[in-house]
């Protein structure tokens, strides 16, 4: 895995009872702090890790009592090398300045759009995973993700300042006990004004699809390899003409890209979302394309508005609510637009 460091030798460790339920790359980074997510990620496509003797992918999640295969790996004392280049103090700066709440348990940001969550293909080394280490505020540990966003996508963001912490955000997230609302603008105005998506989604493949997502209607996800059902509440919260809308999204499931694929798929991609929605001269559906020109920013218009959950601790009702970023902020004044005269959450009593 690391060229020019002295190596340990193939090992087995097992799964502790308290460690199971948590992604595959978060266990290892708590047991060899050495490691990197890009390295993680190149030793699983390799088959160099293993769980119970099976290949597995860094997003796998371990269970207690499983068998994890390491290779060979670095000392510690070579972490400080190994790891991500030095964050820099206008990074510290930035991802400090992105908190905007905090407890013994519990870190909230609000992050900036452009910021990958995580590390990975095509990432680089300055996302906010890589960035924790500006965030322990006197713990020993790091902070660890417990949820993720797009990277042009910004709003609440959850990280765990421990790892007891970290698995029970973990099961909420999973079993869906959390309430998420977003806001977006998106080319055209939907119709009706309130209801639900429930396209599943697949990777599109293909040469230079990235990531990219498609939809596939619900009758057919079982039929399709690799498709995921998806399920998006949608609600109009204000008519811009005819031209475009203010809309509030909360994704039941969460999936990649749901939200972004699910509007495109309806006709109205979200405003500035170029790999969705096409360009400003593009008319997709009954949706005006990506842009809708003027003043208004070609940045992403899709912001995690809202988290409310069950505090993992303290059982305490928990409601966090983020500002918009600075280009949404700049389009909702050039609108008219008030977050004041909307609810917080439009679907709340609705079936």
Known sequence: MYAGAMMSKVQTREVGPEEGEQRLDRWLKRQF???TQGLIEKACRKGDIRVDGGRVQASTRVQAGQSVR????PDEQAAPVLRSAKISATDVEMIQAAVMWKDQHIIALNKPPGLPTQGGSGQGA?????LSEALTFGYKERPVLVHRLDKDTSGVLLLARTPRVARRLAEAFRHRLTRKIYWALVAGVPTPAMGTIKYGLVKSGGRGAGEKMRCVLPDEVDQIEGAKRAQTDFAVLER????????ALSPITGRTHQLRAHMAELGHPIIGDGKYGGSAQENLGDGWGAGIGGAVSKKLHLHARSLRLEHPVTGESLSLTA???EHMAQSWQLFGLDPRDVPADPFEGEA
């Open 33 to 35: 702090p050495q490691l």
């Open 70 to 73: 390491i290779p060979p790996l």
């Open 126 to 130: 300055r996302h906010v995973d890589g």
């Open 240 to 247: 811009l003409g005819g031209r475009a809308a203010w809309m």
């Open 323 to 325: 500002p918009l970023p």
